[in-house]
């Protein structure tokens, strides 16, 4: 089935879908399982967004390519580096690169522009990594998107989430024009939607999402409705190889690093 693409009504700019459901759900730690007794409550907002906002505004193909799954992970890798204080060496085509390598598109071949398996791009980027070789994650875990908490303390703990979701006509129809949008509950999603972004900030009134070079927001609500797996929904967090250790360091005998790390290397 060709992937969605949608022209905005004014500008005439094109954007793409291609977040395609997981043919099997593999095995996946859930952050829940880490989450201890003396787990404190995660801030009532925190943004990573302001150091990486040059490069969360590039598309990275997403206008003419259906590659949104690898879109997401490199605003994420983006945004972990630029929060840790490096230089972010990413360019579109190494995104394109990176696309190829995970869905098998053949660039200048139509056909095979299909999209992607979110699980099959987290394996690649723990494997190989966003460049060959390099910005490897050390995993990933799955957050419960209709627990706000969880959701939240996933955010503050890794600096990141990764959503895959069946969005609803509404909010592409009309496409968002610029920044500063909200998606909220509107509606069945539509399988044939299927789209995937970054979450980089939160506050109380939801999480604030990069997709297409823009920034807007996802309230807790959505996430409850399309980001979770009665919604055929995908919510993860991915793990920087400091990750562990910064997230046991905000929250000191309430989160489980070395067991989680422990069932990290069991997996790999």
């Not at 890794?158 to 509404?170: C, I, K, Q």
């Not at 920087?240 to 070395?258: E, L, Q, V, Y």
């Amino acid at each position: 089935m060709p992937v969605k693409t949608i022209v905005h009504p004014v500008t005439g700019r094109p954007f793409k879908l291609g977040r395609r459901r997981p043919i099997a759900r593999g095995p996946r730690l859930s952050l829940r399982n880490y989450l201890l007794k003396g787990f404190p409550a995660a801030p009532t907002s925190i943004d990573y967004s302001a150091k990486p906002a040059a490069f969360l505004a590039e598309i990275l193909g997403n206008g003419s390519l259906s590659d949104c799954t690898s879109a997401g992970a490199f605003h994420i890798g983006g945004t972990l580096l630029a929060n840790a204080g490096q230089p972010i060496p990413f360019t579109e085509a190494d995104v394109v690169k990176f696309y190829s390598a995970t869905t098998g598109y053949v660039p200048g071949e139509p056909s095979t522009d299909q999209g992607g398996n979110e699980q099959d791009v987290l394996n690649y980027w723990q494997a190989t990594g966003l460049l060959p070789g390099s910005h490897q994650i050390s995993g990933w875990v799955a957050v419960d998107g209709s627990n706000e908490d969880e959701v939240k303390a996933a955010l503050w703990l890794f600096e990141n989430l990764y959503f895959g979701v069946e969005l609803p006509d509404a909010w592409i129809n009309p496409m968002p024009g610029a920044s500063g949008f909200t998606w909220d509950v509107a509606g069945d999603p539509d399988p044939d939607s299927g789209h995937c972004f970054a979450g980089v900030a939160y506050d109380a009134a939801g999480v604030t999402i990069d997709t297409w070079g823009m920034l807007g927001k996802i309230t807790y609500q959505a996430m409850a409705k399309y980001a979770s797996t009665a919604g055929q929904g995908e919510l993860y967090a991915v793990l920087s190889p400091d990750a562990i250790d910064k997230a046991s360091g905000k929250a000191p005998n309430g989160f489980g690093a070395a067991q989680l790390a422990a069932d990290l290397d069991s997996i790999k």
